[in-house]
């Protein structure tokens, strides 16, 4: 089992309208509801590829119970709480194909939910292959919060990948995970270097074993200790799709417990994430494209001499 | 007690943006969710002026369950449904104050669940001192529907208003209503008059026992079997704001089942619908600035010789 942390769960809904205009009404022509958020969003993905994916983190509220009850293919270990969980909201324009979000705060999460959070946690690490902690934290949970599920995920002996940005991510990193995914604003936000080869080889010595950025329609970029690499997509992709990192984060979690070679997990992550670029569905890939992507991944790297 | 009908119930979500620019994303700073629909609008501002309101209509899904579970201060007889109850959302520019409103596709109504509806309907109508038919249809409900509801309304002898439009608008009138509440848009197309002096009178020829015509900022005109009258707010409020119409509504109500005078009626309508406009939450209305409106609406007219 493949175990994912979504503090900051989401019940994502879509909606189509003929044609955005601000300050005017719409009558939206098609709804959408799915359960979102980044770890939900890679556990999904993980399901789609043939992994058993948990998922934990907290869900509350009418809209927790949507995103509960439509969990397909995902075990539920989410914690309840009482606070609502968020939605956000795509409006489609189906004139131009653009979207507008619309994203819901996060609820407050007590101390005692937090507490019954970390239980929970630790309860799932023994039956876990590899973890994910996934997004930014909600409010209420301690800016330390991934550094310390780091470091219980290390104490189990659970590899532990960690998506996050700013002060969580620079907190994490120091406690050494094994694979951080930043984006390239998250990684020259931690390393202060806007050069992603030398910025990744920095994050390495921060504490973080391997690193691997993503560069939007450019691809990844990977610095790992066997290694370091780019992977790049056959064909550009609409940058900034909703969920095509999370398919990235998807891809390199199964390289990881399937423990393929870099290059072929790499390939795999782009892949996937442009298949998901393809797809009409924010988060989901088309995987048709997937298969067929697969074989164009162009990965170029210099393994190291160890 | 007063009795409103909701077919078209909505969860009514208010966010506030610090600033709306289509096609980009944005941090919701503020969310807010009410039960709404004209019926249920109807239903609490009646109660907020010290009548006992019952509400029907549908209630569906986890929205339905919010709606019904925020009815506070007014009776639910909502029925239940398959479907689920639509959202609307209203974006608030907090920069200019304007709002785009979003509104999601009614459920579809089986006949099981319509026949479910009129049987409760005539259930509840002997304990009515009055009736009240708002809104849209939902789909899968006879265009023909309001125009038994006020059959059944008029063989109970329970007085019957009506705040709808288009052809069950048409049908229903000819089912003589005690009186309809139609927008200048709506008595246009029911009569054919842009004049709304002439479009009132022609409305009482269909079969309206009285005609109130909602004019939004420039007020009311009434054409009764007691005599005509126009009425106008001390200021021009905010045109077109949420839920002015459905205060109007509750105004006229109020003032059949309390026997007060037309003009005393359609000052207290016009003060409502003029209070609301400066509620900063949709749907609700200033209650101080109502108070003092009431004094200041103008009301012109002449009594029938009969």
Sequence with gaps: MILTVALNTALDVTYRVPALRAHSSH???????????KGLNVARVLAALGHEATVTGFAGGPTGRVVRDRLTGVADALIPISGVTRRTVAVVDERTG???RFDEPGPLI???EWSAFQEAYEDLLPGAEAVALCGCLPPGVPVGAYAGLVRLARAAGVPVLLDTGGEP???????RPDLIKPNADELAELTGSH????ATQDARRRGARSVVASLGPEGLVAATPEG???AVPPARPRANATGTDDSVTAGLLSGLVERLPWPRTLARAVALSAATALSPAAGEFDR????ELLGGVAVTGEVSAA
């Design 288 to 291: 048709a494209a997937y298969e």
């Design 98 to 100: 653009d979207t507008t």
């Design 195 to 198: 050069e992603p080869l030398r």
């Design 110 to 112: 007590t101390p005692a």
């Design 228 to 230: 370091r690499w780019r």
């Design 169 to 175: 991510l620079r907190r994490a990193v120091a406690a």
């Design 27 to 37: 009558r939206v022509t098609q709804v959408t509801e799915r359960p979102g958020g």
